[in-house]
């Protein structure tokens, strides 16, 4: 069945720092993939997505590449900042399906001044 | 409210007893969604709802679990003879359409605790 792979966190980074969280994908034909963040005491929002092979999703400083041919779709950041700890999960959707999000196991991001 | 509302927010019982949640979703929204999250866990689909019916109920574990929304708005997940494994937080998502844009607004969850 679809599967979605993300490193295991706590990632510790300073402010400033450069933001890579990993994730990968098993799915039948081509899923749309998505980000969701949950900051502490909130809901699970949606922070970016992207709907076909080679199409960037983007928000908020925030970016992901939907690269099919290594099924991956990796949440990068140039230069975080503390209000960005939260747990970060990754997402897929089978093609046309956008009920049934498949969810990654979430990934803690923890920024420190 | 302006967002997805669920109660309670917390919850302990006891094995064996019966639980409901409810979810209030986003006014005017008529796709409806539970997904459950274990500790340590990604959410995991539950059911979803287009209007008044279950349009994917797959993710249901097994048959003591059961989830209403009789008029197209609030939902009721219902939770029969529970044990110490049904222990999580049980998430609600609502969205404009079905399919859509693919966004879903999330409760903060019902954290629900067996014991």
């Known amino acids: 069945g679809d599967s979605v792979t993300q490193m295991e966190g706590p990632v510790t980074l300073s402010e400033e720092a450069f933001l890579t969280i990993n994730c990968t994908y098993t799915?039948?034909?081509?899923?749309?993939l998505f980000w969701y963040v949950q900051y502490p005491g909130e809901g699970l929002q949606l922070l970016l997505k992207?709907?076909?092979?080679?199409d960037k999703g983007s928000n908020k400083g925030f970016e992901a590449t939907y690269r099919k041919e290594t099924t991956s779709f990796h949440l990068e950041k140039g230069s975080v900042q503390v209000s960005d700890s939260a747990v970060y999960f990754c997402?897929?959707?089978?093609?046309?399906?956008?009920?049934?999000?498949?969810f990654g196991t979430g990934t803690r991001l923890l920024v420190s001044p | 409210g302006a967002g997805v509302s669920q109660t309670p927010s917390n919850k302990v019982t006891e094995k064996g007893k019966y639980v409901e949640l409810r979810c209030d979703p986003i006014?005017?929204?008529?796709?409806l969604y539970w997904y459950r999250q274990s500790l340590g866990q990604g959410p995991e689909f539950l059911i979803y709802?287009?209007?008044?019916?279950?349009?994917?109920d797959s993710g249901l574990p097994n048959d003591r679990f059961f989830a209403v929304r009789p008029e197209g708005s609030v939902s009721t997940l219902k939770i029969q003879r529970t044990e110490r494994g049904d222990s999580a937080v049980y998430l609600c998502?609502?969205?404009?359409?079905?399919?859509?844009?693919?966004?879903?607004?999330f409760g903060e969850g019902s954290r629900l605790t067996v014991l």
């Open positions: 998502a609502s969205s404009l359409l079905a399919g859509g844009t693919g966004e879903l607004f």
């Open positions: 799915a039948t034909g081509y899923p749309s």
């Open positions: 992207a709907t076909k092979a080679d």
């Open positions: 997402a897929l959707s089978p093609r046309g399906g956008f009920q049934k999000l498949v």
């Open positions: 006014s005017g929204h008529t796709a």
């Open positions: 709802f287009q209007g008044t019916g279950a349009a994917d």
